[in-house]
Antibody, heavy 121, light 108 residues
Framework: QVQLQESGPGLVKPSQTLSLTCTIS??????????WTWIRQHPENGLEWIGY???????YYNPSLRSRVTISGDTSETQFSLEISSVTAADTAVYFC?????????????WGQGTLVTVSS | DIQMTQFPSSLSASVGDTVTITCRAS??????LNWYQQKRGKAPKLLIY???TLQSGVPSGFSGSGSGTYFTLTISNLQPEDFATYYC??????????FGQGTKVEMK
C-alpha cells in the first residue's frame, strides 16, 4: 500500500524559496503510470492544484504559479520535491503531495497528511 | 482553465438524512469528475472517480452521477462520520485540474 509523507520547513521568510519533499513508501515514481502531484490549501480556503512530475519525468505546472514553481524527482525515485521561489504571505498554506492515476480519470487516490508552511519574517 | 462551481457551500443535516451536493463545470468535461471528502485537519480522501465509480473501500451510501457539465454527489443515510467537507475536481484534458470551492456538511 502506497503511503506519502511531506517534509520540510514550516516557516519560510518572504522572498525566499519554499522547499518541500514528498517521500513515497510502498512504491516509486516510475512504478506504475502515475502523476506525482502537489496541491495546496490556503487557510479556510479550498484546494489549489500546483503541478506534477509524471512516471516518465515530465512535469506540468499550474500557469498561475509556473514562473515560480519547480517539481523534481530524486534519483532514488522514492522522493519528489516542490520548490516555490520568491514566496509571499499568499503562499502560506497546507501543502499536500498526492498520487494521480494516468489511467481512468486522473483521480488523486493517495494523499500525504499535509504540512503547514507559513511565510513570515 | 475550467471553473468548477459547487453548491450549496454548506448544509445542515441529521443522521439518517439523504443529502445531495451539486458541481457544475464551466465547459463539458465528460465524466472526468472526482469527489473527495475532507475532515478537519486531515488530507482529502477520494470517494468517487469518473463521476460515478466508487473508490475501493468507500461505503455504498455514497453515490455520484452526471456527465458533461452537471454532477451530483449523494450521501444516503448520513452517518456521524460523514460530517465533513466535500470537494469536486475536474480532471479533463490538460491541467490544472481544478477543484470546486467545497461543501461543508454540518450536523443540524
Amino acid at each position: 500500500q502506497v503511503q506519502l509523507q511531506e517534509s520540510g520547513p514550516g516557516l519560510v521568510k518572504p522572498s525566499q524559496t519554499l522547499s518541500l519533499t514528498c517521500t513515497i513508501s510502498g512504491g516509486s515514481i516510475s512504478s506504475g503510470q502515475y502523476y506525482w502531484t502537489w496541491i495546496r490549501q490556503h487557510p479556510e480556503n479550498g484546494l489549489e492544484w500546483i503541478g506534477y512530475i509524471s512516471y516518465s519525468g515530465n512535469t506540468y505546472y499550474n500557469p498561475s504559479l509556473r514562473s515560480r514553481v519547480t517539481i523534481s524527482g530524486d534519483t532514488s525515485e522514492t522522493q519528489f520535491s516542490l520548490e516555490i521561489s520568491s514566496v509571499t504571505a499568499a503562499d502560506t498554506a497546507v501543502y499536500f503531495c498526492g498520487r494521480g492515476a494516468t489511467i481512468r480519470t486522473r483521480e488523486l487516490d493517495h494523499w500525504g497528511q499535509g504540512t503547514l508552511v507559513t511565510v513570515s519574517s | 482553465d475550467i471553473q468548477m462551481t459547487q453548491f450549496p457551500s454548506s448544509l445542515s443535516a441529521s443522521v439518517g438524512d439523504t443529502v445531495t451536493i451539486t458541481c457544475r463545470a464551466s465547459q463539458s468535461i465528460g465524466n472526468y469528475l472526482n469527489w473527495y471528502q475532507q475532515k478537519r485537519g486531515k488530507a482529502p480522501k477520494l470517494l468517487i472517480y469518473g463521476a460515478s465509480t466508487l473508490q475501493s473501500g468507500v461505503p455504498s451510501g455514497f453515490s455520484g452521477s452526471g456527465s458533461g457539465t452537471y454532477f451530483t454527489l449523494t450521501i444516503s443515510n448520513l452517518q456521524p462520520e460523514d460530517f465533513a467537507t466535500y470537494y469536486c475536481q475536474e480532471s479533463y484534458r490538460n491541467p490544472p485540474w481544478t477543484f470546486g470551492q467545497g461543501t461543508k456538511v454540518e450536523m443540524k
